[in-house]
């Protein structure tokens, strides 16, 4: 453990020359004085050994104090507590750069069969392969290699669950591709989600489609072009299988900032961008009806714990930025082939909303959580590192070969979702280290 170091100023007292016919009066008054002084003199000595008593204890005893002692949340807005502790040390693994690795990805399009063919840009022809060799490196630290063995291990006999969308389910392949290199699993038929399951450890990884988090129905070509959210009401799609899970990601936001119409208590809060439709509602944005959502699923969370008193951990993946030259689908694209350097780009207004929005709701619900503990809740901060990341994209090859019969007038690009392997492997990387200090004999946090 690192001491802090404390400094402390005494301001000097200063005395005046006394006269030679007061001498009989000083002598009177000097025991006086000195019983009124000794207790100031002695106040910082005090201090010292309280403020330093901590250096002198056993680890154990230090560990005791740290985890003995729970404090109140801080007020809003909520600092972010990027410090993963593992192996009873901590590193900040958000903050950091990319620098060139050529020891590459542990996978590729053809060693990992469950690569959705809008992701697998190397199989769909793209043809530079730098992007795959880059490693995120932390100003404090290294981050680990995916260790695919530790993680089953980890992963003994508990079921992990990622639940929101698309990109929920990009992370969710990346780390099947990476566990398959030790360990193939089988696919399980669940309704409603897709469930993969590892005889070798008995571990359960499975992925739930649910955009919003809570009940609503996403915008359509054949249906309304506007999505449609209940605010207060849990997708039951995850909910009815909450008992049964060990640990919980959420990952979402990239759906709200589409046409949509709001509902809390069965009416009408608002909607979003719906005049164009000749709806006329109030235009309340979607940065509160997107914190109503995270806020209604980790209460829900909280109070089937309450209700259940079974361990859970909850992570949730902070915003991942887009990287369109232009719109989705009007002519927008990614063709960057390096990542951004440090300072080169900065995360844009509404990202940093949105991941704000996401960390205070985490903090809120960990102080809701302290009130009996057992539930782990935490973020992963994924903004800034995907954020310099826009060459991890499929692009135009999130299609085999768009270039085959040479350049059309327009070309649909994918700039949201990551190439597989790619950058988003990273996440995985960090959820890794996360899940050690969680799960590898170490207390629950209930700060």
Not at 19 to 43: C, E, G, N, R, W
Not at 170 to 189: D, G
Not at 287 to 298: F, M, W
Not at 420 to 444: C, H, S, V, Y
Request: hydrophobic residues 35%; contains cysteine.
């Amino acid at each position: 453990m690192e001491a802090q170091k404390y400094a402390f100023k005494m301001k000097s007292s200063t005395t005046t020359t006394l006269k030679d016919d007061s001498l009989s009066l000083s002598k009177t008054l000097v025991p006086y004085t000195l019983q009124f002084l000794l207790p100031i003199a002695l106040l910082p000595i005090v201090l010292l050994c309280i403020y330093f008593y901590p250096l002198f204890l056993t680890k154990s005893q230090t560990n005791e104090l740290h985890y003995g002692t729970i404090s109140s949340p801080p007020t809003p807005p909520y600092p972010v507590n990027n410090k993963i502790k593992a192996e009873n040390n901590s590193c900040d693994y958000f903050n950091g750069k990319w620098i060139h690795d050529k020891s590459g990805p542990l996978y590729n399009g053809t060693t990992c069969g469950t690569i959705k063919e809008g992701q697998n840009c190397m199989t769909n022809g793209r043809p530079d392969s730098n992007y795959l060799y880059y490693r995120w490196k932390p100003n404090e630290c290294n981050l680990p290699r995916f260790e695919p063995n530790t993680f089953l291990q980890l992963s003994k006999n508990k079921h992990i669950a990622f639940i929101g969308d698309s990109l929920a389910r990009n992370q969710f392949e990346s780390l099947l591709c990476m566990l398959s290199t030790v360990s193939k699993p089988k696919p399980v038929h669940h309704k409603g989600s897709h469930w993969w399951h590892f005889a070798s450890h008995n571990a359960t990884l499975s992925d739930y489609w649910s955009p919003f988090l809570v009940q609503g129905d996403e915008r359509s070509k054949s249906g309304p072009s506007f999505n449609t959210m209940h605010l207060d009401r849990v997708n039951e799609r995850w909910l009815k299988d909450m008992d049964g899970m060990d640990l919980i990601f959420l990952s979402f936001g990239n759906w709200f900032n589409v046409p949509s119409i709001y509902y809390e208590n069965g009416l009408v809060l608002g909607c979003l961008n719906c005049s164009s439709f000749g709806l006329n509602y109030t235009d309340i944005g979607f940065y509160v009806p997107l914190r109503k959502a995270l806020r209604t699923s980790l209460n829900a969370i909280v109070e089937r714990k309450r209700a259940k008193g079974k361990e859970i951990s909850v992570i949730v993946r902070t915003f991942s930025p887009t990287h369109f030259d232009g719109d989705w689908d009007k002519a927008g694209t990614c063709s960057k082939t390096e990542p951004y350097g440090n300072g080169e780009k900065k995360v844009g207004e509404m990202e940093s909303e949105i991941r704000r929005i996401q960390i205070e709701e985490v903090e809120s619900a960990k102080a809701k959580a302290n009130e009996f503990g057992g539930i782990r809740f935490e973020v992963l901060d994924v903004t800034e590192l995907a954020l310099l990341r826009p060459d991890g994209h499929p692009g135009a090859y999130m299609k085999p070969f768009p270039f085959a019969n040479g350049v059309s007038e327009h070309v649909q690009n994918d700039c949201v979702h990551w190439c597989l392997p790619g950058p988003i492997d990273t996440w995985n990387e960090i959820f890794l280290e996360m899940m050690k200090w969680d799960w590898k004999g170490q207390p629950r946090s209930e700060e």
